[in-house]
């Protein structure tokens, strides 16, 4: 058989908040990219990850949850979605095997036909490791009326790491030929300073409930050699919230809450860059800034 021709192109996961994209993306990568919760609307920005394979070359994007704004924040996110749209060759819709398709899928079943007629897209189902095999296949059916019978619709478990390489050819085999476009062991284009505030953000998301993780925001404010070690950088981080009273939990009781949460994130940080670093955190209120046009620009959104 003759060898087959490279293929290289761009994807990305949409769907809604929580169902799994970012797992997904950090999976097929191979690394952990993006950062992931328990709690919907956590990816803020689009994220690219990069899967290299012998044949072809993946650029993965991951985007934000899409829902109904209820902020300007969250209006953001969604023209940032659909944004991207544009610029792939393939959209993959995830819709997690434990829920029902609800209007929320068919909103972006019609924004996707708008803005994108003529893109390929995929259905994804996800988290299939949480159900039985007929509530797969019932999801499967589900997903392929939904998005209609020209659509192929793949199952797959991220956290298991069930099907996650026939995702990977599936998606290659729809990519038009043409040479790669990053560098061999590239995985991504995230720079470091945005890795590690989102890895912050991450640290910081763990067992916080109600609105707080909306409310969190993290800006790397200042990196530099560490003057106690010489190999090791000193990084500082602001974390913002919305209120007082959040920024109370944050701290927690003597400080304790923020202390683990910098313990967290400083070994994902260095696992990460492969450096030591010192870490010093500071929590601020910036008022309702989810809704505040000028904080939101200073806050990169
Ligand atoms: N059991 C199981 N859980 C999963 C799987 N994939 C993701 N999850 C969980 O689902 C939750 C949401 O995962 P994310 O990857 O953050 O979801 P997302 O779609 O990126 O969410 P947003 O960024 O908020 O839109 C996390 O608690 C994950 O651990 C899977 O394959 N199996
Ligand atoms: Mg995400």
Sequence with gaps: MADKEFRSGFIC??????TGKSTLTNAMVG??????????QTTRHTIRGIV??????????DTPGLHRPRTLLGQRLNDLVRDTYSEVDVIALCIPA??????GDRWIVEQIKQMAPKTTVLGVVTKIDKVSRD??????????????????????SAVKGEQVEVLVDVIASKMPEGPAFYPDGEITDEPEETLMAELIREAALEGVRDELPHSLAVVIEEIQPYEANEDMLEVHALLYVERPSQKAIIIGKNGSRLKEVGTNARKQIEH???TRIYLNLHVKVAKDWQRDPKQLGKLGF
């Design 135 to 156: 509530q797969v296949a019932h999801q499967l059916m589900a997903v392929s009326q939904l998005l209609g019978p020209e659509a192929e619709v793949v199952p797959v």
């Design 13 to 18: 996961f949409v769907g809604r908040p929580n």
């Design 272 to 274: 990460i860059l492969g």
């Design 98 to 103: 434990d829920e029902k398709i609800g209007p």
């Design 52 to 61: 290299h394979r012998d044949h072809a070359q993946l650029i993965l994007v």
């Design 31 to 40: 690394s952990k990219i993006a950062i992931t919760s328990s709690r919907p």
